[in-house]
């Protein structure tokens, strides 16, 4: 049994953690947040410890680290995007290995610090990457694989999640804090991107605000014009009323379904990163600078040929 700690125990997210190291007949040793809303730890592991200042948090992980049986194992981290890399460094100086939400890190640079702190310490950050998991997302990888073909897969991505106005007052909506858009909720589908199609050959940013981003991105193994946003008047008018979110993944026309399966991801995550095949630095570095390249590129127009459709009313 490994002893686990948490950061960021009261996030959107941070359920999924606790659940998958409980899952995987772990223990939760303690949890910190700012925010004290944190009562589903009871129904998980009501004997934890929890800390709403990180100088107890730390006094506390590091006092139990002195005594080699109660020492704890593992870091977990669901905290905001701009405090990752504080985080993950704490970790690793405790003496813990690592497991990280995404994004990692908001650059390469980061990412090259943090493995800095890997080799003076001994200890591992792995990376959630779920969707490298996800059945539906490993059968195409395999297909792609297989497939002997000269020219490149016609894949579309579309991702619209509803966001109300809380989430602007809350640190997602400042850029500084999530990194913007495409950086909160496309990197993992980046991510997935790269997983299956081979390396990043084109980086096109098309158009970016606050609540939405779009652009074109070519593989060595695909063409994908890519839509992202948190505002639900994009939803497509057949479904606006009626559900929230809207994602779509096309390959050639053909619609790839992984809608269901998400909720046992996490879990599957941990169980490859204590059997010692988790995802570390150097799999999280594609997607980071897939990422860190759109957050600072300026818009472009668009060619017709790699203009997502979703796009064109905001250019006309």
Not at 59 to 76: G, I, M, P
Not at 95 to 120: A, H, R, W
Not at 185 to 205: A, E, S
Request: glycine share 6%; net charge negative; aromatic share 10%.
């Amino acid at each position: 049994m490994k002893k686990f700690a948490l950061v960021g125990a009261a996030g959107y997210i941070a359920p999924r953690h606790m659940k998958a190291i409980k899952e995987t007949g772990n223990e939760l040793v303690c949890g910190y947040d700012t925010n004290d809303s944190v009562g589903i730890i009871d129904s998980i592991s009501p004997n934890s410890e929890f800390f709403t200042e990180f100088e107890r948090f730390l006094d506390f992980a590091c006092s139990r680290n002195e005594q080699a049986e109660e020492k704890l194992d593992y870091v977990s981290i669901c905290s905001p995007n701009y405090l990752h890399k504080a985080h993950i460094a704490a970790g690793l100086r405790m003496g813990c290995d690592v497991i990280c939400e995404k994004p990692l890190v908001p650059s390469p640079e980061l990412l090259d610090e943090l493995k800095n702190i890997e080799m003076q310490t001994g200890k591992r950050v792995y990376n959630i990457l779920q969707l490298r998991h996800h059945p539906a997302i490993l059968a195409l990888k395999d297909k792609v694989a297989r497939e002997k073909r000269s020219d490149k897969h016609e894949v579309e991505l579309t991702y619209i999640t509803s966001r109300g106005k809380w989430y602007m007052e809350s640190w997602k909506g400042d850029p500084r804090k999530s990194f913007g858009v495409a950086t909160n909720i496309g990197v993992h589908f980046f991510d997935m991107l790269h997983f299956i199609f081979g390396d990043l050959q084109k980086n096109i940013l098309h158009y970016s605000d606050d609540f939405k981003a779009a652009g074109y991105l070519e593989y060595e193994k695909a063409r994908v014009p890519w839509f992202l946003s948190i505002d639900a008047h994009d939803l497509p008018d057949s479904i606006k009323g009626k559900q929230p979110t809207f994602r779509s993944i096309t390959c050639d026309g053909e619609e790839i379904e992984f809608s269901g399966g998400f909720t046992d991801l996490h879990t599957l995550s941990y169980q490859e990163i204590l059997e010692g095949r988790g995802y570390g630095i150097e799999d999280a570095r594609h997607c980071i600078e897939t990422v860190d390249s759109i957050r600072n590129a300026d818009a472009v127009e668009a060619r017709s040929a790699e203009e997502h459709p979703f796009l064109k009313k905001y250019l006309t």
